[in-house]
């Protein structure tokens, strides 16, 4: 490996802070040349670029009842984007919902339902790299019944499409819709089948900042051949690592901020690279909600590990910032990416001199939630009261008792076939067995803890489990980083880490998958399933395979 004088001094600074006692490892290391084949002058820039902020699609119709909007509709195609402009000179062809990418984002509030009418219109294969085109569409943080969760058997194909219904009764959170078609969600995902949904409630509206202070950022990593086409190398399925930095499908963009507090909603959607994110004047952000919601408390860090498909909110304060004031949010990496010239930059802030008004200038920053219900509206609602319980108290909460299941999920690789599995079983296995094998199988109501363990040095996973929310208990028998004290539906597994979780199965019967978000992991094929509250007394009456089933499209 060769070094610049630039990279050796990161390097070098990097090392100084590591002895200074930090708790992340420290494992970046610049890999040699580059995976593009572009042209210098086809490589896009770095902090040129403006950030777009998708706007809100607007519902098709929606249904009100006593002046309240109680369902929207929403309508999306799954279609080829035939000239994304990523590149200075060239552009992309990907894949898009209503060929936007990143997706468009759909906001609701809580007790919103939502019926989402998924079309496929991705042709015979795909547009970007020809690989089959069934698509199933998982909403990522949603309770969904099982034929909505966006099973990765229940394809809905070329000219079919597929109505899932979504009852955001959950707390406010980011989620994120995304493809989930088995074997083919990382090209699926990678393409730009992917957008966030925002979830608001009465609790988190009164909390965190919202409108223009209240952005949304997706990062993601790609490759591009010479033409400007998107390349993909899994490295045999270990993972793809890119070298361009995109956020919201803007390579390395900037964002011009006033001077006010910013809460940034940070989804990783890469299919493998983890980052570290960390800002580079050394400020702490204030980490306020993790994947489910909002923390109870609100925790100061100033860097971060960042695996696929976590969402992390933090506030950031440019109040004290003279207008003219650059500041990065840079990315230190974690043992096992692939890192490369310029993968250690994310995007950049320009601190603007706008007015703003003296509620913005004047804000509290929170240092912890706790709500109650209003008797008024039944809803939570935001309390000083420090008697009232934290929020999202429902899992953050839960505590082990002696007698409660602790089940094992061995995370691991087979040399033998170069297959990622969970127990020594894969989704094949699943699909074998008829869709009836399952890893766990708690009843409806039962409280669980689910060990994970990653035994190898090699590689990190971060494993999502379906339908629920749960309290990251330990991690090597320590407690978890304080950033992620909040509810998760992600976990990192990072390097020889054993992490135990602890979750309420329900609200729903029914089948749902556990995998890894590295997605080439995933489709290769470290994903199993659990049952909820399936017995002899309580047969499936949600099958996401035999239950509602796509329909043709008539696009109309
Ligand atoms: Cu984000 Cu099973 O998925
Ligand atoms: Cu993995």
Sequence with gaps: M??????????????????????????????????????????????TN????????????????????????????????????????????????????????IDVDQGQAVQLVVRNALGATTGTFGTPSPISTHLHGSASLPQYDGYAGDLTLNGQKKYYQYPNFQPARTLWYHDHAQHYTAQNAYSG???????????????????????????????????GALMYDDRTHSGLWGDVILVNGVAWPVLKVKRAVYRFRLLNASISRSYRPT???????????????????????????????????FLVDFRSYAPGTRIELKNLSNPNNRDYDHTGKIMAFDVVGDPVSDAVKNWRIPTEFRCVVDPATGQKRLTDDPSAPLVNDEVMGLVPTK????????????????????NGETWDDVVRSDYRKVVADPDLGDTEIWEIQNNSGGWFHPVHIHLIDFKILSRNGRPPFPYEMGPKDVVYVG??????????????????????????????????????GLDDDHPDGNDPITGERPTDDDHS
């Design 2 to 47: 060769k070094l610049s004088r630039r990279d050796a001094l990161k390097l070098g600074g990097l090392a100084a802070v590591g002895t200074a006692g930090l708790a992340l490892p420290l494992g970046r290391s610049v890999q040699a040349g580059t995976p593009s084949l572009l042209s210098t002058g086809n490589f896009p820039p770095r902090y």
């Design 50 to 105: 403006v950030l777009t902020i998708p706007e809100a699609m607007q519902p098709v119709r929606q249904d009100v009842v006593d002046g309240k909007v109680v369902k929207k509709y929403y309508d999306v195609t799954a279609k080829t984007v035939p000239a994304a402009k990523i590149l200075p000179k060239l552009s992309t062809i990907m894949l898009g919902y209503n060929g936007s990418v990143p997706g468009p984002r």
């Design 193 to 227: 089948l992917a957008a966030q949904y925002h979830l608001h409630d009465a609790v988190e509206r009164a909390a965190l900042p919202q409108g223009e202070f209240d952005v949304p950022l997706t990062v993601s990593d790609a490759m591009f051949q010479a033409n």
């Design 279 to 313: 800002l580079s004047n050394g400020a702490q952000v204030h980490m306020v909600a993790t994947d489910g919601g909002m923390m109870p408390k609100v925790q100061k860090v100033s860097q971060w590990r960042h695996g696929s498909a976590e969402r992390y909110e």
């Design 403 to 422: 007698d409660m299941e602790v089940r094992t999920l061995r995370v691991q690789k087979s040399d033998v076939t170069n297959l990622w599995s969970i």
């Design 495 to 532: 390097e020889n880490e054993t992490v135990r979780v602890i979750m309420k199965f329900g609200p729903h019967r029914g089948k749902y998958m556990v995998h890894c978000h590295n997605l080439p992991h995933e489709d290769h094929d470290m994903m199993h399933q659990f049952s909820v």
